[in-house]
C-alpha cells in the first residue's frame, strides 16, 4: 500500500517559517517525483515545489522561488518543504503528490484534474496570519 503522509503544518505570523515532511511509503523514491501542491481560500490546487527523486532536479512556482526550498532524505524516505518568509497568501491546505517517471517541472506544470499524478496525502494546513 501506498501512503504519503504530510506533517509539520500550523500557523504562524508572516515573516516565519514552517517546515513540512512528506513520509513515503510502498514506492520507490527514485521512480516517482515528489512534489508539493497548495489549495488556498478560493483557489484551486496548484503545484508549489517538486522534486524527481532520480536526479534531484527540482521545479518552483513562481511565487515561492528564493523563499521555499524543497529537499529529501532517501534513507528516511521523506520529501521535505522548507519555507521561510511566509506571507499571508501562502496559507491554504499543502498537499504532498507522487507522479511516477515524469521530470519535476513537467509535474509542476500540471493542473486540475491531475490525471498525472498518482497518489496524494491527506494534507497539512498551513495559516499565515499578518
Known amino acids: 500500500e501506498v501512503r504519503l503522509v504530510e506533517s509539520g503544518g500550523g500557523a504562524v505570523q508572516a515573516g516565519g517559517s514552517l517546515r513540512l515532511s512528506c513520509v513515503v511509503s510502498g514506492l520507490s523514491f527514485v521512480d516517482y517525483a515528489i512534489g508539493w501542491f497548495r489549495q488556498s481560500p478560493g483557489n484551486g490546487r496548484a503545484a508549489v515545489s517538486c522534486m524527481r527523486g532520480r536526479d534531484g532536479t527540482t521545479y518552483y512556482a513562481d511565487s515561492v522561488k528564493g523563499r521555499f526550498a524543497v529537499s529529501s532524505d532517501n534513507a528516511k524516505n521523506t520529501v521535505y518543504l522548507q519555507m521561510n518568509s511566509l506571507k499571508p497568501e501562502d496559507t491554504g491546505v499543502y498537499y504532498c503528490?507522487?507522479?511516477?517517471?515524469?521530470?519535476?517541472?513537467?509535474?509542476?506544470?500540471?493542473?486540475?484534474?491531475?490525471?498525472?499524478?498518482?497518489?496524494w496525502g491527506k494534507g497539512a494546513v498551513v495559516t499565515v496570519s499578518s
Open positions: 503528490a507522487a507522479t511516477y517517471g515524469l521530470p519535476a517541472q513537467t509535474m509542476g506544470a500540471m493542473t486540475p484534474p491531475f490525471h498525472g499524478i498518482d497518489y
